[in-house]
């Protein structure tokens, strides 16, 4: 299983940004995927989440009605859609899945929110 994210960046506040995940290794539209982000000194924080079929979602409430989370299963692609973007949403963006009895996460992107 292999999980790649891309598409951090800076950007200013109230601007937006695309994240991808690539993955490859599983059957990406058996299982759900989500995202997490980690800040400097701060725990893991769960974003949203996606199921296979792309008709079930989960968003944490910091998130909810800025964040959208979609996938492509034609290109084994996760995407966050982050919009109205702010400083305390600047971390190091995770992809994640459970496939089988184990846990994986790609190695990150950073996004830094500039106020």
């Known amino acids: 299983v292999q999980l790649v994210e891309s598409g951090g960046g800076l950007v200013q506040a109230g601007g937006s940004l695309t994240l991808s995940c690539a993955a490859s290794g599983f059957t990406f539209n058996n299982y759900a995927l989500g995202w997490f982000r980690q800040a400097p000194g701060k725990k893991r924080e769960f974003v949203g989440a996606?199921?296979?079929?792309?008709?079930?979602?989960a968003y944490a409430d910091s998130v909810k009605g800025r964040f959208t989370i979609t996938r492509d299963n034609a290109k084994n692609t996760l995407y966050l859609q982050m919009n109205s973007l702010k400083p305390e949403d600047t971390a190091v963006y995770y992809c994640?899945?459970?496939?089988?009895?184990?846990?994986?996460r790609g190695q990150g992107t950073q996004v830094t929110v500039s106020s």
């Open positions: 994640t899945s459970h496939v089988a009895t184990s846990n994986y």
């Open positions: 996606l199921s296979g079929g792309g008709s079930s979602s």
